[in-house]
């Protein structure tokens, strides 16, 4: 009779009541933000760009004496300090954990402070000293592209990406033939996810080799992959915890805090480490939605018959790749919305580093 009874209640349109709803609404649920363990360090990393209004700059030196002397500092770590490759993306390993001889955008990490209080861990930021050559920036997606454009990369030939190219029957000659042809360019702008538990973590290396985080992510399988990547760690040995997520919405698909904590952690000693981004940090170096350039040419018939369309889309993935050709993808795919004539459809899409 139960089982009778949750069959008709699991009916299309029946209400159901949500298995978390009551811990979240009496503030019980346990999130990423809430962990504290006992004896924890804090980690955070040094942002020279954002310091200095720069997007790109050679790194000349960096200079973490007067840091590490600073009273509740435990270590400040750079590139050398870095196992591995030094290097994470989901699909492109192309962005540092810490940057080891340019910035690429204004967000790069150079240096990572591990202290034993939020207060100290402040303080030590901004005694890092970072000597800066500026470079010419690139911050126009169709700049980019020019053949002069400053090289984000320098093992690249050029700014590019990727490219693709989506053709459905020869599109230029149904445009041609069309009785009214309508054509516009559009953009869309970079746009924060801004969900209310920003980026952190919790992160802590036992004697037995074992590196276990606690972090707000949608993605806890990759994020091992990334890390053990990033590090030259065995991935079986990376634990990834996964609570209640504060919201991500695609801002936290991909690594954040996570090699850097994992970083961190490798030289704490044993003791866990805390990183936690306020507001300004998350806008500062978090993930966002892509900036687009749209030029469309739609063609139809007298009676509103759709008849063809030419797409162009430039996306601006930024400094590193992180998902960019992926969401191309996405975009080139539904660029045509309900067009489905045979003969017409001509979609083309082009995706840029910055």
Sequence with gaps: MADETRATALRVGASEIRADAQAKAEGREAYAADCYPQGLLWAGAVRPGARHGLAHARIRSIDTRMATAMPGVVKV???????????????????PVLADQKLRYAGDPVALVIAESPEALRAALCRVEVELEPLPAVCDPVAALATNAPRLHEERADNLLGAAEIRRGDGAEALASCDVVVAGEYSTPVQAHGFIETENGVACYAPDGTLTLTLSTQAPFRD?????????????RIRVIAPCLGGGFGGKDGATVQCLLALAALNSGGRPVKMHWDREENLLAGYRRHACRIEYRLGARHDGTLQALHCRLVYDTGAYAHLGAEVMALGMEHAGGALSHPQCSDRRSVRLHQ
């Design 77 to 95: 770590l750079t590139a050398r300090d870095v196992p591995g490759t030094n290097r994470q993306g989901i699909v492109h390993k192309d962005m």
């Design 224 to 236: 091992r992959l990334e890390i053990a990547h990033a590090l030259g760690l065995p991935f079986e």
